[in-house]
Nanobody, 121 residues
Framework: QVQLVESGGGLVQAGGSLRLSCATSGRTLRRYFMGWFRQAPGKDREFVAAISEGGGRTYYADSVKGRFTISRDNAKNTVYLQMNSLKPEDTAVYYC??????????????WGRGTQVTVSS
């Protein structure tokens, strides 16, 4: 079993930055392809970014490309999401996920509980 814990969310003004972290205890994350998702109130969960096991390949939703950066430190069992130039529409609960069970933009075997990001205008 993989337990994922997100942190780093909070309230920030538009144009500001936040860095989210996703850490695990127990199993090492280095064996897993990882993703970040978000869900805004009243909306479906949407894919944000993903990163391969070694970190050499990254993928982004068009809505965050050029503003968000996904990275990982396998020695620390942690995956990051650096979010710059934040917009009010980025407000959502952000979830990290490990080990896709299908498309890496949709389904994963393991999910964290999420961290709230609120961007004020």
């Amino acid at each position: 079993q993989v337990q994922l814990v997100e942190s780093g969310g909070g309230l920030v003004q538009a144009g500001g930055s936040l860095r989210l972290s996703c850490a695990t205890s127990g199993r090492t994350l280095r064996r897993y392809f990882m993703g970040w998702f978000r869900q805004a109130p009243g909306k479906d969960r949407e894919f944000v970014a993903a990163i391969s096991e070694g970190g050499g390949r990254t993928y982004y939703a068009d809505s965050v490309k050029g503003r968000f950066t996904i990275s990982r430190d396998n020695a620390k069992n942690t995956v990051y999401l650096q979010m710059n130039s934040l917009k009010p529409e980025d407000t959502a609960v952000y979830y990290c996920a490990a080990d896709p069970s299908g498309s890496y933009t949709q389904t994963y075997n393991y999910w964290g509980r999420g961290t709230q990001v609120t961007v004020s205008s």
